[in-house]
């Protein structure tokens, strides 16, 4: 199959979340099951040059694209790369005006003014880039709302294009918190006819929603996991578009994230001083932890326990219930490590209560992708409380480098982290802690029950060898997206004009 993902950021040269390492990891498995898959993404050059070190070299194609936003035509270049380690080729559009900025959506104030007219245009790109392909895409995966616009696209002002008779669409939804909604008179920037702003389409409570046209036009509809699939027909998790979701839930599929290997791995990675595996853990996690607490100049206590967390700094991520339990949680004897980025108020709080309890608790505001690596191989266990989690990455990081997660059941953490409770345990199955009341001290519990188990040594070991031998790879997912795209592809030849638009 020829498949062309497209996304608003791809590691290694751009990211703000769990969204960049998909774009890359999934095609990257894909290519390995012998498809060929290109990825699209906008060039963001300071982004880049933050991000890239020795990353690949990035060229010119020398193509020039020129795509209608509203009332004026806006050029692009093309350039090209690959992801590292692969087959897999990287077309970023190059457009500065709307691109060539510091951070990827917003900035302090809040978001950019002009997003909708930036992934309007990169939504239109991706489409005219794929037409002068010298062979047509079987497949057009999207992603989130950024890029939401391409499987409308693909109905209606692209419906005749002969490069696109069998061309498939696939979208995928990361997250329903964020919707990508604009006033209505931007329906002018997409280029479309006002007949598709009705309630059905691409019309939201007056505004104009482009993660509800990508749920509405596309032949196919994937969340990242199966537990979200589920959650987001209901009214708690929905954003509102609960009942568009369950208009289409024959054609909603939910496929748990995997993990790249190649970068997460505790068998090679180089930010570990030692490397570890599910036999040689004990030493490589204390070399680990030596390393971590010199480096956060925490006291260095071998016998201490560390619990870690990465994650975006917002109420998402559970940090309302961390605000709110920290006090119980420094009575324990035990580390905390922090790291993150994101709300203004949740990064002061954090950092005051650091500057509060320094021998027991440090809080890094920023985006440090090798402590990262380190916090997780470092710490004895994992924080994870979202609020919502679509899949999230870091719980099976965290599997993977034998830190067992504490988190909320819910999303992809309830489909990945099996509760050590007495009869998971005796099936040898347990590989975390999950609890699903949204309280402070329901996760002030959970820490004393993992803090407790972690003093019974051989239930400990079952419990980190159950998470890192469990394949995390791509490789299952991969198959299932195979699948989900094999499927679009009937569906488009079965009923090209699509009866549900
Ligand atoms: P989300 O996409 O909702 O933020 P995910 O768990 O899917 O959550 O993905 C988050 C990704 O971003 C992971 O790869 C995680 O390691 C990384 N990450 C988040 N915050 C930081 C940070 N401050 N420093 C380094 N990596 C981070
Ligand atoms: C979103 C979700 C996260 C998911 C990631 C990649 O950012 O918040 O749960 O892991 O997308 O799919």
Redesign the pocket.
Known sequence: MRILLASSEVVPFS????????AAALPKALAQLGHDVSVVVPNYPQVQKQLLGSGPPVTTTGQVISVPVGAHDIQAQVFRSHLPDSRVSVYLIDQPNYFDRATLYGDRHGDFGDNCARFVFFSRAVLELAKSFDRPVDIVHSNDWQTALIPVLLKTDYRDVPEFERTASIFTI??MAFQGQFWHWDMLLTGLDWKYFNWRQLEFFGNLNLLKAGIVFSDLITTVSPTYAREIQTPEFGYGLHGVLSGRRDDLVGIL?GCDTAIWNPRTDPHLPVHYDDTTFPEGKAAAKAALQQRLNLPLRPDLPILGM???MTS??GFDLIAESIPQLLRFDAQYVF???GDPGYEDLMRRFANDAPEQLSV?I????P??HLI?AASDIFL?PSQF???????M?SLIYGTPPIVRAVGGLADSVVDASPDNLRDGIANGFSFFDYRGDVLVDQVRRALAMRKDSPVWQQLVQTGMQRDWSWRHSANEYRNVYERALWKRMEAPALAHV
Do not use: F, W
């Open positions: 990211k703000t979340g769990g969204l960049a390492d998909v990361h997250n994230n990465i994650s975006r998402q991520k790291l993150g980025n890094t920023g985006y440090d992708e402590l990262s997780e994870m989690e679509p899949c999230g990455l870091n719980q990081y």
